[in-house]
C-alpha cells in the first residue's frame, strides 16, 4: 500500500544524508565521452556508438535551445508511436543514456531510453522547463528509473547480502539496524518504482525476507513460485 512519506515514516526512520550516484547526476554540459567512459568492459550496451552520440547531441542542443522534438519511440511492450517531447534532463544509469522529457501525448514527465528513440526531428516550436522540476527531486527515492507511489520497504537480509546493502544510500530516507538473527540486518526505506525494487530484491536470492508491504512481500514469494516452476 502506498504510504504518506512525510506522516508515517519521516518520524520512524533515521534520515541519511541522500547521495545521488553519479550516473544520475550526469549533466548535459558534460562531454559525451563522460558517459561512456564507464562502459568499457564487462556487460555494456549493444549499440551504435556513433549513432547513440549524434542522438545525444540532437537531445541536448534540443535542450539548449528549448526546442521541441518528435521522434518515433519503440517501447519494451508497447509498439512503436509518434511523440513531441521537451527535454528537461538527460542522464545515464547502468550504462544507458535516457532523457526526462514533457510527453505531449502522455501529458506527463516521461523517462525514454534514448537507444529507443527513432528519426528525431527538432521542430520550430520552443517550451519552457518548469521552474519547479528539480532532477533531484524527481529522482529522489528511486532504485533506478522507475518511479510511482512511494513505498515503506522493510526486509531483513543475512551476510553476505547485508554487508552490500550497509555500503551504500540506497534511498533518502533509510534505516539499517541490526536483526535479531546472527549476521543479519533489518533494512528500511521509503522507496518508489516497485518493479526495480523487486529485481533488486529478488537479486539477493534467499538471502532476504520481505517484511513489508505486504503488497511487495506477495510479488516477491509470486515471482519466486514462478521460477521454482520453470
Known amino acids: 500500500k502506498a504510504i504518506d512519506v512525510m506522516d508515517e515514516s519521516a518520524a520512524r526512520l533515521k534520515l541519511t544524508?541522500?547521495?545521488?550516484?553519479?550516473?544520475?547526476?550526469?549533466m548535459e554540459e558534460e562531454p559525451?565521452?563522460?558517459?561512456?567512459?564507464?562502459?568499457?568492459?564487462?556487460?555494456?550496451?549493444?549499440?551504435?556508438?556513433?549513432?547513440?552520440?549524434?542522438?545525444?547531441?540532437?537531445l541536448v542542443g534540443a535542450r539548449k535551445k528549448r526546442r521541441k522534438v518528435k521522434m518515433t519511440y519503440r517501447p519494451l511492450n508497447r509498439p512503436a508511436s509518434e511523440r513531441v517531447v521537451h527535454v528537461y534532463h538527460t542522464y545515464t544509469y547502468q550504462g544507458e543514456m535516457y532523457m526526462a522529457a514533457w510527453c505531449e501525448l502522455r501529458k506527463e514527465i516521461r523517462d525514454?531510453?534514448?537507444?529507443?528513440?527513432?528519426?528525431?526531428?527538432?521542430?520550430?516550436?520552443?517550451?519552457?522547463i518548469p521552474a519547479e522540476f528539480n532532477m533531484k527531486e524527481y529522482m529522489q527515492n528511486c532504485i533506478g528509473v522507475f518511479r510511482g507511489e512511494p513505498?515503506?520497504?522493510?526486509?531483513?537480509?543475512?551476510?553476505?547480502?547485508?554487508?552490500?546493502?550497509?555500503?551504500?544510500?540506497?534511498?533518502?530516507?533509510?534505516?539499517?539496524?541490526?536483526?535479531?538473527g546472527?549476521?543479519?540486518?533489518?533494512?528500511?526505506?521509503?522507496?518508489?518504482g516497485?518493479?526495480?525494487?523487486?529485481?533488486?530484491?529478488?537479486?539477493?536470492?534467499?538471502q532476504v525476507e520481505v517484511l513489508a508491504p505486504e503488497s511487495l512481500r506477495r510479488e516477491y514469494l509470486e515471482e519466486c513460485r514462478k521460477m521454482l516452476a520453470r
Do not use: C
Not at 531510453?113 to 527513432?118: L, M, Q, S, T, V
Not at 546472527?182 to 518508489?192: D, G, K
Open 17 to 26: 544524508r541522500y547521495v545521488v550516484p553519479p550516473d544520475l547526476n550526469r
Open 32 to 58: 559525451y565521452g563522460l558517459h561512456l567512459a564507464h562502459m568499457a568492459g564487462g556487460v555494456r550496451p549493444n549499440t551504435d556508438p556513433v549513432l547513440e552520440r549524434e542522438k545525444f547531441l540532437t
Open 112 to 128: 525514454f531510453k534514448i537507444r529507443r528513440a527513432e528519426k528525431l526531428e527538432i521542430l520550430d516550436q520552443t517550451y519552457e
Open 151 to 180: 513505498y515503506l520497504v522493510h526486509l531483513r537480509v543475512e551476510e553476505p547480502m547485508s554487508r552490500v546493502i550497509g555500503e551504500k544510500v540506497w534511498a533518502d530516507q533509510q534505516s539499517i539496524g541490526e536483526s535479531g
Open 182 to 192: 546472527e549476521n543479519a540486518s533489518e533494512f528500511e526505506a521509503v522507496m518508489r
Open 194 to 206: 516497485k518493479q526495480e525494487i523487486l529485481s533488486w530484491i529478488l537479486g539477493m536470492g534467499s
